[in-house]
Antibody, heavy 123, light 110 residues
């Protein structure tokens, strides 16, 4: 059974660096086709995809946030870390990590999601 | 502004058939299968359909289709528990490849 859980600060000041950790179980990120993505949702707004890391260390980022994001994985710990630099109040959101299911013809299927972690950016 | 366009709101009565749409372009919906997510009361999104496949635990009244640059999610026999926000998402071939989401449709069961 696949499960994911996000962790990180709930409150962070503008210009600081946000580091969020996704701890997962039920699959291995070293297995071919696997991936973990990050998606966020500002209060009252739509889902916004941020980043994705694959089993082979390939990474993809939102074009609009690429310069501020990095993502890494530790397969021995079953963890994926998202780092966002220079945050501002517009980054206030619930941040989700999700398991990317490898399905032929469906390259962007986030089948299992974590519960989400709220992050507020405020001085 | 979201890359994929969805209706802001759709409503229907119990038992009715409703269809939600998701419009993109040739780099995304026109090229790749779409995933539909259901989010009830801002809880974690749940996968409903991936391509034409029903996700685990999702009732058979849900179905999906895609034609050209528009994808659709149909609920045949609307139930009160279907009231939720629905998001479409897919891969986009441009800009080194990235994931795109729609702005979401608020489905209300009258």
């Amino acid at each position: 059974q696949i499960s994911l859980k996000e962790s990180g600060p709930t409150l962070i000041k503008p210009t600081q660096t946000l580091k969020l950790t996704c701890t997962f179980s039920g699959f291995s990120l070293s297995s071919s086709g696997m991936g973990v993505g990050w998606i966020r949702q500002p209060p009252g707004k739509a889902l916004e995809w941020l980043a994705l890391i694959y089993w082979d260390d390939d990474t993809r980022f939102s074009p609009s946030l690429k310069s501020r994001l990095s993502i890494s994985k530790d397969t021995s710990k079953n963890e994926v870390v998202l780092t966002m630099i220079d945050v501002d109040p517009g980054d206030t959101a619930t941040y989700y990590c999700a398991h990317r299911r490898s399905t032929v013809g469906v390259p962007a299927c986030f089948y299992h999601w974590g519960q989400g972690t709220p992050v507020t950016v405020s001085s | 502004q979201s890359a994929l366009t969805q209706e802001a709101s759709v409503s229907g009565t119990v038992g009715q058939k409703v269809t939600l749409s998701c419009t993109g372009n040739s780099n995304n919906v026109g090229r790749y299968e779409v995933v539909w997510y259901q989010q009830i009361s801002r809880a974690s999104p749940k996968t409903v359909m991936f391509g034409n496949s029903l996700a685990s635990g999702i009732p058979g009244r849900f179905s999906a289709s895609r034609s050209g640059t528009t994808a659709s999610l149909t609920i045949s026999g609307l139930q009160p528990e279907d009231e939720a926000d629905y998001y479409c998402s897919t891969w986009d071939y441009s800009l080194d490849g990235h994931v795109v989401f729609g702005g979401g449709t608020k489905l209300t069961v009258l």
